[in-house]
């Protein structure tokens, strides 16, 4: 997984970066939301700058949502302050760290699965921190089922330390490592025209 530093630097120019298909954004939102209820406790890993905690945030009771880099979540705590929502904790740890106010009734992991070290071992993570019958909502790029040659220019990038680490895997084999954790699938599809981000609902057996 990229250091803290990595995406320290990263933050800014990420920020600024508009989303690659606003709709697709817009639906993963509206999906996400139908798994949530008023008096949830959310977490989102990868919270990055905290754009999607804030617009999941009037959904649900009180989010934790967190990151790796500071940098990412001073941006985070000015969009906080700005619309002053007042459920949301931003706190900065690592994306597999255990946290105290486990079990969640449900997680968010956008943009993140693939940049994990271990993905069975993330989800057996993951699996542990949610309630029984609690929701992990993911979004997740796959990169196996992208044209050969991106990986190969994902190495060289590594190599000039333009890009973190990325861990490769089809969808299927996404899904086989969900279910093989403990999970039921409950939903799975693509928005928009990207057909290598996979969107996934799994669920914790009551």
């Not at 002053?84 to 997680?107: G, H, W």
């Not at 956008?110 to 029984?132: E, M, N, V």
């Not at 190969?152 to 086989?176: D, H």
């Not at 954790?181 to 996979?198: D, P, W």
């Amino acid at each position: 997984m990229a250091s803290a530093s990595f995406w320290d630097k990263a933050a800014r120019k990420y920020a600024a970066r508009p989303v690659p298909s606003e709709t697709a954004y817009q639906e993963t939102l509206a999906r996400t939301r139908n798994y949530l209820s008023a008096q949830d406790h959310l977490l989102e890993i990868g919270c990055g700058t905290g754009s999607t905690a804030l617009l999941l945030a009037p959904f649900v009771a009180k989010i934790t949502a967190t990151d790796i880099s500071g940098a990412m979540l001073e941006i985070a705590e000015a969009k906080r302050e700005a619309g002053t929502p007042a459920n949301i904790r931003f706190l900065q740890v690592p994306a597999m760290k255990p946290l105290a106010d486990a079990p969640f009734d449900a997680i968010c992991a956008f943009s993140i699965l693939h940049l994990l070290d271990d993905l069975p071992a993330s989800l057996d993570h993951l699996y542990g921190q949610l309630k029984p019958g609690g929701y992990l909502i993911s979004k997740t790029a796959c990169i196996g089922e992208m044209n050969r040659a991106i990986p190969v220019v994902i190495r060289v990038m590594q190599m000039f330390k333009k890009a973190p680490f990325v861990n490769s895997f089809t969808v299927g084999e996404l899904e086989k490592s969900i279910a093989r954790a403990g999970f039921e699938l409950v939903e799975t599809g693509y928005f928009g025209k990207n057909r290598s981000a996979r969107f996934v609902v799994a669920r914790r057996p009551a």
